[in-house]
Each structure stands twice: as structure tokens, then as C-alpha cells.
């Protein structure tokens, strides 16, 4: 789920994304929610209000040759140790006064592959959130599988430790196209993940598709949405493949050996899957995002929609606003495991690199992430917390406006169906 700076348009899968800011994970009630604003302060001076949590778990069995997320291939996984680090994490986050005594809301594991960790040490990293921060009942908990790396044992204790939402990474049900993008399961180990899904009474979860495969087909990627749709998935991302600077897929690229899909291929793709879904009963509520009314990601949404966000893990991006601030702050924590494992184990957390967004950045992320979501950004939200309109920064939008690519009605900005195909291109030209 990403666009950063990517030779072609945006692909996300499992772990971190958009805009340098983090795809760690959206609600039951998200259209209701996106219209909220900030809870102020309690008598004591503490902010209530509840947020997402992020935990990055780094480790693959292998390393698809188009991903560039800050996952790890390792010949034993420190398993224990690494949620060692974790606890440790939510122990000083705890006591800091940004999170302490605001319940989650949200919780998302991502990676990497998540699902490469027994159910005792996520249930210990869920029962630490409790015991320290409290949840936000209900609580959204998102767990991202990858099929051959679970078993319906698994999903059992995932469930059973609390996790109420699994995000699964099928990518495609063409042996020949899972090959290609170096995937290490089959389509009969997805369906089988799939049943086990099911089996274990998660009646919530999502399936990861990607499209604009070279050697993919529009009809090839009607078969997936159809294979897809059997097991009837309240949620589905289908992700448009991109090539990463610094991935193999790119160096094939430059090379000349990787050849992608013309544009117009992707855009027949793109308006395939819309319309499969949408007779599917799952909507459209983000660029590559679907779902059944009320089934949105509530932790994606969080993230579209400017909340705060704690992440937690190798590599993972935190995200701070006061009710005053227009900027925020952000931070990210050392992404290699060993020195991530080194440093939280001592200090209790991890981070390294810290920043406060100039206003103009800020302007512009508020804009783009919330352009993300299909009902736009609330321009009222905007101007309150920026002093201007969006077209007052960017005299881009006010064209966008008359050319009808955007479009605002009930004071909110949204991209019309012809900006929805360029959103890739627009959101470039705000920063
Ligand atoms: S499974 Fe593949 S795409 Fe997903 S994080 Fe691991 S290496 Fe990356």
C-alpha cells in the first residue's frame, strides 16, 4: 500500500507506507468517525482520546523481489526476544505523557509476515496493551497471514488471544503470476488459509489481491476476483503493482527485462474490479480499498484521516498532534531488528529519527491522505486546523475544482472519477 517515489503507481502489502508516512492498518463507524473532531483535554490536563496502535513484526521466510518494506529474512527468528522489545516499548510509552491514559482503539500487526509469531506472543503484546493502556471497545485487532505460514491451529490462538481481524496477502490465484512475483506459496495454500479463516470464526477479515502483473490480463484478474469472492470477504485491497527503487523488480526494470503493463491495461484493470466488487456488495471507500458497509479498515482510517498513532517495532512510524498544533510530530524507530531488539531492550524505545512537518508538508499530507478516502476531506477541518483553505495553499486545487477532477459538495472535497485516475499523478504535484 505506497506511493514513494515509485517509478510506476502505488502498491501496498503487508507493512509501512504512504507518503513517508506509515500503511501500519480503518471502522465500524468510520464515515461517522471521519467527521469527528479532537476530544479536548481531561481536568488533569490529559488527552482521552483514544488511538492506534502499530506493531511491525520484520521477519519473511523469503524476500519477494518487489517489496520494499522493511521486512527481514532470518535463519531463527528471536521470537521471544523481539516481543521482549515490544513489551518494553508499550511500558515507556505508557508512562510518556502523549499516550499515557488514552485507550486503543485500533491495533494492527504488520510486517513483514506477523503471522510467522505464535499466538502466546501476540496474545502477550495484547495483553500488555490492556494492562497498560486499556482498549476502546469495540477494538478493531488486525493481523496480516500470509498463506503457507499458517495454519488453522494458528488462527485458532490468534483468536483465541484476542486478535478479531485477519488481513490475508493471497496477491493472486495464478501459479504462474505467484511465481513471478516471487511469492513462496500456492493458490491451494491461500484457499486453505482462507477455509482456515473461516474455520477459526474470524468473521471479519480482508484479502490482499495486486493487479497490473506483467503478463497479467484483464480477464486473469476477473479469475482472481472470482476465486476471491467464493469465500465472500467482508474487506478487500486490490493493490496496483509498483516497482520500487532498489528492489530486484527495479533492476530488472532498468535493465529492460521487466516490462510493465500499459497504462490503459491498468485503467481497464482498475474499472474491472470496481464494478466486480461494487455487484459484489463490497464499496469502494479508499483508492484500492473495498468493503462491505461497516467492515472498513478502522485503522487505515485513522491513519487517511490525520489520527494519532503509535508504532511500535523495527522500522515503525509514530505520529503526535495536539488539538492546537497544526503540525504534529513524528518519529520512526531503527529499522534494522537486532539494533531495533538492542536499543528498546535498553533505553525502552527505539527511536532515531524524530521531525516536525513544515506547514506546507503538513497541508499537503492532510490533503493527500484524506484525498485517499473515495468521501474526500472535510474542508470545514481543514481551515480549522490550518487558518485557509485547501485552495488558499495549493492554487493547483482551485483548477482541479473548475477542471472537475476534484469535486466539493457537503463541504468536503472529494476527486471526481477522472481525478480518481490520475490520483497518483496529483498528489505529486502538492508536494
Ligand atoms: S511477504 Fe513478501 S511482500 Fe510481504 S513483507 Fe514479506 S517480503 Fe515483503
Known sequence: MTERGSTK?????????????????????????????????????????PF??????????????????????????PEEEYTQALLRELRHYSETEAWASRPVKTVFFGGGTPSTFQGGSIGAVLDQTRNLFGFDEPTEITLEANPGVVDAG???????????????????????????????????????????????????????????IPGQTVDGVSRDLAQALVYEPPHL???????????????????????????????????????TLEDAGLERYEISNYASPGLESRHNLNYWDGGDYLGIGAGAHSYHR????????RWQNERLPTGYMRLASGAGHAVTERERPELRQAMAECLFTGLRMIGGVSVLRFERRFGTRPEGAFPDVADWLSGGLLVEDDQRLRFGRQGLLLANELFVRLV
Not at 165 to 171: L, N, P, T, V
Not at 191 to 207: H, K, M, P, Y
Open 9 to 49: 503507481r502505488g502498491l501496498t502489502e503487508c507493512g509501512l507506507s504512504a507518503s513517508g508516512s506509515t500503511r501500519q492498518g480503518l471502522t465500524h463507524d468510520g464515515a461517522a468517525k471521519r467527521g469527528a473532531t479532537r476530544l479536548g483535554s481531561t481536568p488533569d490536563g490529559r488527552n482521552p482520546e
Open 52 to 77: 492506534s496502535l502499530y506493531v511491525h513484526i520484520p521477519y519473511c521466510v523469503s524476500k519477494c523481489p518487489y517489496c520494499d518494506f522493511n521486512s527481514h529474512v532470518a535463519a531463527r527468528i
Open 154 to 212: 494458528r488462527f485458532r490462538d490468534y483468536r483465541s488471544c484476542g486478535v478479531n481481524r485477519i488481513s490475508i496477502g493471497a496477491q493472486t490465484f495464478d501459479p504462474e503470476l505467484l511465481r513471478f512475483l516471487g511469492r513462496v506459496h500456492s493458490a491451494d495454500e491461500t484457499r486453505q488459509a482462507l477455509s482456515g479463516i473461516c474455520e477459526a470464526g474470524f468473521d471479519n477479515f480482508s484479502l490482499d489481491l495486486i493487479y497490473g
Open 237 to 275: 485491497s486490490a493493490y496496483n503493482l509498483t516497482i520500487e527503487e532498489g528492489t530486484p523488480f527495479h533492476a530488472r526494470y532498468r535493465q529492460g527485462l521487466l516490462r510493465p503493463l500499459d497504462e490503459e491495461v491498468e485503467i481497464e484493470m482498475a474499472g474491472r474490479i470496481q464494478g
Open 322 to 329: 495536539r488539538q492546537e498544533d497544526p503540525l504534529g510530530e
